[in-house]
């Protein structure tokens, strides 16, 4: 069934289904709808599932630990950064 899904021509169309599905329940249940919680917030674990799922498909390995790692020095070097330009490390400037 996954394979199914995560060729390259259908995923895309599954993302934009589930999108246009939560744009359609944030508007019509926007009272139960939690106030901090944005669409984009769901649709980073539906791209994830996506970029493992076609990764594993075409080149056999997932890319997620390569996108964690990237993710992770990115995040360190912009840490230290900082510290040394600002002499100062402020989380909500980090954030």
Avoid: C, Q
Avoid at 46 to 60: D, K, M, N, Q, Y
């Amino acid at each position: 069934m996954f394979t199914a899904i995560a060729t390259w021509y259908i995923m895309p169309i599954v993302i934009l289904i589930i999108w246009m599905a939560l744009t359609f329940l944030k508007k019509n249940f926007a009272k139960y709808w939690p106030k901090r919680l944005r669409i984009i917030d769901i649709m980073m674990l539906v791209l994830l599932l996506g970029i493992h799922g076609l990764s594993v498909t075409l080149t056999g390995l997932s890319l997620l630990p390569f996108l964690a790692f990237a993710a992770s020095a990115f995040g360190l070097v912009l840490t230290v950064y900082l510290v040394y330009t600002e002499d100062d490390f402020r989380v909500r400037r980090f954030l």
